[in-house]
Structures are given as structure tokens and as C-alpha cells.
């Protein structure tokens, strides 16, 4: 690993780490919902679904992905299904996260959970580590592959975790400006109309 590869993998990440996603909107949702610190600890989750990503494709799982057809259409359907249903239980304003009479940590291990499944059965972001980061790999270097994977995909997942909590702080000002139950409820609605989008667009998905 060089200094210089490590430079020019920053800045890329950064900008595919922080595009509107389902994963980021799902952050900015949790945000809004739950305030920073429980949406801040949900994102472990994504973060755990990323690390397992990485070990997926160094045993060559996330190879399986890329080229097999009818793995990619199951995984991807998965994800489709998950975010319509997360979408209409946000417009029809039955998702109100964590119940008002749970802890703290209890809300936000639900908020991981949700995190988790969308990353999960999102195969483009298993795509993102057997196709964006191996662009940075060096080949034939003095570190393997596997080793500059690894670390690529750390950098990755602390620029992921570092983006997302910049979506789940602009959900939590939203939060703290105390609008009013019909804002809020027409903010869940738009969320979820998005979130809805976010599936069709999966629904829409190619390997390619």
C-alpha cells in the first residue's frame, strides 16, 4: 500500500459513500425519528454488513454474485421487498422506530437490524467491494490482494460510517427544530416515497 493509492481512494469513496441511497436514507429517517446518538449506533450495523461484504469476497462469494444470474435476482428481490415494505410502513405512518418506552440501546439495536438487511440485500453493495475497490488495488505490489482489499475496505467503511453519520445529523436537526406531528408525518411520507423509489431503482438493477 502506498501513501499515493491511499490519496486517490479517499476522495472516491467518499463521494459514492455519500450519494442519497437507501442506506442513507435510511440513516437521515432514523435521524429524524430518533435523534443522533441511537442513529449514529445503528450504523454499526451497515458496518457489519460491509465487513462481512469484504469477507465474501475474499472467499470468492462476492465473484458467485457477479457472475451468477440467479444469485443476483435473489438477493436483489430481497431488497426490493425490504425497502417497499420499510417505504409504505413509513407513508402510512406506522413506522415510528423504537417505542417510546424502550432504552436507548434497545432502539437503536432495532435501528441495526434495519441497517444491517438493507445493506444486506442491497447487491450492489456487495458489487462495490468486487468492482469499485479492486479498481485501487495494485497489482503485483508488495501487499496481495487480500491484504489491500482488507484495507481498502476498512478505509471504505470508516468513510461510509463518517458520510452516513452526516445524514443521520441532518435527520437529527430536523428533529430538533420539534416540528409538528403533521410535519413530521408528511417528512415519514416523503421518506417513505423515497424510499419507495429507492426500491423500484433496485427492481431495475442489472449486474452490469
Do not use: H
Amino acid at each position: 500500500m502506498t501513501l499515493a493509492q491511499i490519496l486517490l481512494f479517499l476522495p472516491a469513496a467518499a463521494v459514492v459513500a455519500a450519494s442519497p441511497g437507501a442506506n442513507n436514507l435510511l440513516a437521515f429517517s432514523n435521524g429524524s425519528r430518533q435523534g443522533l446518538l441511537p442513529s449514529t449506533i445503528a450504523l454499526f450495523g451497515r458496518c457489519l454488513a460491509f465487513a462481512i461484504m469484504i469477507a465474501m469476497v475474499i472467499v470468492g462469494l462476492g465473484a458467485l454474485l457477479e457472475v451468477s444470474e440467479l444469485a443476483f435476482q435473489i438477493v436483489k428481490w430481497a431488497g426490493v421487498v425490504y425497502l417497499a415494505y420499510l417505504g409504505v410502513k413509513m407513508m402510512i405512518g406506522r413506522d415510528q422506530g423504537a417505542a417510546g418506552g424502550t432504552s436507548v440501546a434497545q432502539g437503536a439495536c432495532a435501528l441495526a437490524r434495519r441497517e444491517f438487511l438493507v445493506a444486506m440485500t442491497n447487491p450492489k453493495a456487495v458489487l462495490l467491494f468486487t468492482a469499485f475497490v479492486p479498481q485501487f488495488i495494485t497489482r503485483g505490489g508488495e501487499s496481495s490482494f487480500t491484504v489491500q482489499l482488507v484495507v481498502l475496505g476498512a478505509l471504505y467503511i470508516a468513510v461510509e460510517f463518517v458520510a452516513a453519520m452526516g445524514w443521520a445529523l441532518a435527520g437529527s436537526i430536523i428533529r430538533s427544530l420539534q416540528p409538528s406531528a403533521k410535519r413530521m408525518l408528511l417528512l415519514n411520507r416523503m421518506t417513505g416515497a423515497l424510499m419507495l423509489g429507492a426500491a423500484g431503482m433496485l427492481a431495475t438493477t442489472r449486474r452490469a
